[in-house]
C-alpha cells in the first residue's frame, strides 16, 4: 500500500489546522506558516475560512500567549510574557473563522449549519430533524465542560460531540466523535462523511506476536520484537483511541527494555516515533499527536487518502 506525498502533506496540514482552532481564541497564522500548509490553506481561503493577511503592528498582542505586547528589540520583535521571538516575515498574520470552517464542517456532515456560542469550550453547530424530533451537532474544545455545558448536553435528547485534537472526558453518555476521522481525500480534496454514513474506515492492527502493522489486508511494515519501537507501538495500541502522555509513554518504554535515558519526556517519545517511521512511512496516518505536546493517540480506524 501506498501514499502519495501531497497526502500526508495533506493531513498534517489538517491536523494543524485543527490545532489552530482548539488552542487559540483568535485563530491566525504567520506567513512562514501559510507557505508551509498552503496546499490545504488555499482551500480553506476558497472556502473563506482564511482571509487576507494583515498586518500585526508593535503594540499589538502576542498571538501565541494572548496577554504580551509586542515590542522591538534590536532588529527582532518579541513578546516580554512568554518571550517569543518574531522574524519580520511573521507579523504578517492570516486570519482562520472559526464559525466559517465549523458551518462548513456541519453542512458536510450532513446537518443544517447554525454556530451558537453555549459557554467557553461548547459550541451548537447544526442540527437535522429526525423520526424523534430534532439531533444536535456540538463542537467542544478541550476535555472538559462547565456546569452549565453539561446541563445543555443533558437536556438534548439526541446529540453528536465533535472534537478536533482534544478528546472529551467525563461525557459518557454523549455520543462523541474525532473530527478528524470524518475527513476523507477524494481525487485531491477534502471532503467529510456524513455522520450515521456506513463508512467508517479502514481498520489498523498491530500484531504484538511480530510487530507487523496492518492497515487492512495491507502489511505497512515491522518493527523488531522487544525494540524500543515495539514498546513504543504496543503501549499506544493497548490504548487505541485515547492519547497517552509522552510521560506515560517514556515510562512504559523504558520500563519494558530496562533502559535509562536522560531526555525529556517528550524529545524522548518524539525521537521513538521518528525511528518507527524509518521502517513504517505510514505512521503518520495512525499516530495523531494531542498538540502542545502531550502526547499521541493511534487510531483504530483510518480514512485512506
Not at 500500500?1 to 493531513?11: D, I, P, Y
Not at 525521537?271 to 493511534?298: C, E, M, N, W
Request: charged fraction near 25%.
Amino acid at each position: 500500500m501506498s501514499f502519495s506525498k501531497s497526502a500526508c502533506v495533506m493531513l498534517n496540514s489538517l491536523l494543524f489546522l485543527l490545532e489552530c482552532f482548539d488552542y487559540q481564541s483568535h485563530p491566525r497564522l504567520t506567513t512562514s506558516e501559510w507557505l508551509e500548509h498552503r496546499e490545504l490553506l488555499g482551500f480553506a481561503q476558497s472556502q473563506n475560512w482564511l482571509s487576507q493577511k494583515s498586518k500585526t503592528e508593535i503594540g499589538d498582542l502576542c498571538r501565541f500567549c494572548e496577554e504580551g505586547v509586542l515590542a522591538i528589540v534590536g532588529d527582532r520583535v518579541i513578546c516580554p510574557k512568554c518571550f517569543t521571538y518574531f522574524k519580520k516575515q511573521e507579523l504578517f498574520n492570516w486570519e482562520l473563522s472559526r464559525q466559517t470552517f465549523l458551518e462548513w464542517v456541519s453542512l458536510g456532515l450532513g446537518f443544517q449549519a447554525t454556530y451558537q456560542r453555549i459557554g467557553d469550550q461548547l459550541l451548537l453547530i447544526g442540527n437535522r430533524p429526525i423520526a424523534t424530533g430534532v439531533e444536535w451537532l456540538y463542537y467542544q474544545i478541550g476535555t472538559r465542560l462547565d456546569l452549565t455545558e453539561t446541563k445543555r448536553l443533558n437536556a438534548s435528547q439526541s446529540s453528536w460531540v465533535l472534537w478536533g485534537t482534544q478528546a472529551p472526558e467525563g461525557l459518557p453518555h454523549i455520543r462523541s466523535i474525532a473530527l478528524w476521522d470524518q475527513f476523507y481525500f477524494d481525487q485531491g480534496t477534502l471532503k467529510l462523511r456524513s455522520l450515521g454514513s456506513d463508512r467508517v474506515g479502514t481498520s489498523v492492527r498491530f500484531d504484538l506476536q511480530t510487530g507487523e502493522l496492518w492497515i487492512g489486508q495491507d502489511r505497512v511494515g515491522e518493527v523488531s520484537f522487544a525494540s524500543r519501537e515495539y514498546y513504543f507501538l504496543k503501549t499506544l495500541w493497548e490504548s487505541q483511541d485515547r492519547f497517552v502522555s509522552y510521560h506515560e509513554l517514556k515510562q512504559k518504554v523504558t520500563e519494558a527494555t530496562g533502559t535509562t535515558d536522560e531526555r525529556d519526556s517528550a524529545t524522548y517519545c518524539q525521537r521513538l516515533k521518528h525511528l518507527t517511521k524509518a521502517k513504517i512511512p505510514q505512521i503518520d496516518l495512525i499516530l495523531v499527536t494531542s498538540g502542545k505536546g502531550q502526547g499521541y493517540r493511534f487510531r483504530s480506524r483510518i480514512t485512506l487518502p
